[in-house]
């Protein structure tokens, strides 16, 4: 299977910027697209952005972080970046990371999650 492991969390002050990593390991072969979610309190998970495991077109952004989130991957480590500026309160939320097969269209694979906090 494949395991994922968020980190780079944290609190930080409206207008600033935080770098969330996924690492995956396991049987990485299995991924075809990775993802970042979010859910805040009171609130039902998101769609953040998106990736191809293998490069190319597809990456894509949810309409409220478009122009100020950066979703990459580090081939050499297996990991995915999530670069985000300009940060606001109510990007407050926990961030999971998520893998989908090749055959699936549901990610099956998650992480456990890592909090960010933005003060006002």
């Known amino acids: 299977q494949v395991q994922l492991v968020e980190s780079g969390g944290g609190l930080v002050q409206a207008g600033g910027s935080l770098r969330l990593s996924c690492a995956a390991s396991g049987r990485t072969f299995l991924i075809y697209r990775m993802g970042w979610f979010r859910q805040a309190p009171g609130k039902e998970r998101e769609f953040v952005a998106a990736?191809?495991?293998?490069?190319?077109?597809?990456?894509d952004y949810a309409d409220s972080v478009k122009g100020r989130f950066t979703v990459s991957k580090d081939n050499a480590k297996n990991t995915v970046v999530l670069y985000m500026n300009s940060l606001k309160p109510e990007d407050t939320a926990v961030y999971y990371c998520?893998?989908?097969?090749?055959?699936?269209?549901?990610?099956?694979?998650w992480g456990q999650g890592t909090q960010v906090t933005v003060s006002s």
């Open positions: 998520a893998a989908k097969g090749h055959l699936t269209s549901m990610y099956d694979y």
């Open positions: 990736l191809n495991w293998s490069g190319g077109s597809g990456t």
